[in-house]
């Protein structure tokens, strides 16, 4: 039979079509094999290329090495079709019912590594702390204009997930505004503080810790899981045991347990699910109270195995095909 289940945080109902169950070998089927070159001479992304870009606001390069020229290890750019931009002003205004203000906001690229074959999955453990130091330098840098109210860190990997591009590189986009899904949770959060008194992530990860059914990995600062309310297969979460509103405030032993967890975790999903596309985002607290205890920061993967349709789009209930107890078992399984 199949079950309902509630997120205690956004309080969405999601179904576990358990009479559907998939393993892993359900999503694969027979996936065409591309062939990857560490080099890509017309992608704009690839060393040598420096030129095609917008210029660089961050890089991770030798002292002795020139912006916008080769030897970077990481470089940070404005994206060449940006969504947003800092230019003008935010000019709100009221038309009618209707709220317009114009495009401010910030759209930047992180190029993660010269290696256009690989993913975060196969990179070394430097390669990604470069990435998550990175996302705490840009954070930390646009938090500074007043203007901006959230800060998205997230990545797109395959084009079913939206990655335009092979080259393996993540997104930051500033808004002005704290998007809608984010608020959900910032005031879910909020509601089960005053229900319960305590923290609601925390909560999570203290009932999943004794439960242990869903847990994939856990290191001396972070846990990897399934959430109970798990919207699609193999949803992932990596959580910080300790509490913490905002990601860009981490010290350098949680950027390198966070660089272990999440390198692992990428790994197990890239073996059992041989490659999947998917999205990851980074869950932080809005800009003004990012420094308080009102949030509890994290990340979520979401391997784009299913196609939400007509139901799901229509009622934000999402049907899922593998219980998270059993992802969390393949994963935990999974060698790497």
Not at 95 to 116: K, P, Y
Not at 287 to 294: E, G, I, M, V
Request: with cysteine.
């Amino acid at each position: 039979m199949s079950e309902l289940r509630k997120d205690p945080v956004t309080r969405e109902w999601v179904i576990l079509a358990k009479e559907r169950a998939k393993r892993p070998d359900d999503f694969i089927g027979n996936k065409p094999k591309e062939k990857k070159t560490a080099h890509d001479p017309k992608c704009p992304f690839c060393e040598g290329n420096e030129a095609k870009t917008p210029p660089e606001v961050l890089a991770y390069r030798p002292l002795d090495s020139k912006k916008n020229t080769k030897g970077w290890q990481l470089r940070v750019i404005n994206n060449k079709f940006a969504a947003l931009s800092l230019d003008g002003d935010l000019s709100r205004k009221d038309v009618q019912l209707f709220d317009s203000m114009h495009g401010i906001g910030a759209h930047e690229v992180v190029v993660e590594s010269t290696d256009h074959s690989k993913n975060i999955a196969l990179y070394d453990i430097k390669t990604v702390e470069n990435v998550l130091w990175s996302y705490c330098d840009r954070y930390l840098a646009l938090k500074k204009d007043p203007r901006l109210k959230y800060i998205s860190v997230f990545r797109n990997h395959g084009k079913i997930a939206g990655a335009s591009l092979a080259h393996p590189h993540s997104q930051i986009v500033a808004t002005p505004m704290i998007p809608q899904k984010v608020w959900h949770k910032v005031t879910g959060v909020a509601q089960y503080r005053e229900y319960r008194e305590q923290c609601v992530y925390c909560h999570i990860i203290e009932s999943e810790l004794k439960e242990k059914s869903r847990i994939i990995s856990k290191n001396g600062s972070f846990v990897a899981l399934s959430p109970f309310a798990s919207r699609s297969p193999f949803e992932t979460w990596i959580l910080p045991l300790k509490h913490n509103a905002c990601f860009a405030y981490m010290n350098r032993f949680e950027v390198s347990d966070l660089a272990e967890i999440l390198k692992d975790t990428m790994l197990k999903l890239y073996n059992c699910l041989d490659d999947p596309p998917y999205n990851y985002t980074m869950v932080t607290a809005p800009c003004d109270t990012d420094n308080l205890d009102t949030f509890h920061w994290h990340l979520e993967i979401v391997p784009r195995l299913t196609t939400p349709a007509g139901f799901e789009l229509g009622t934000s209930v999402y049907i899922n095909v593998t219980p998270p107890e059993a992802a969390a078992k393949f994963l935990r399984e999974t060698k790497c």
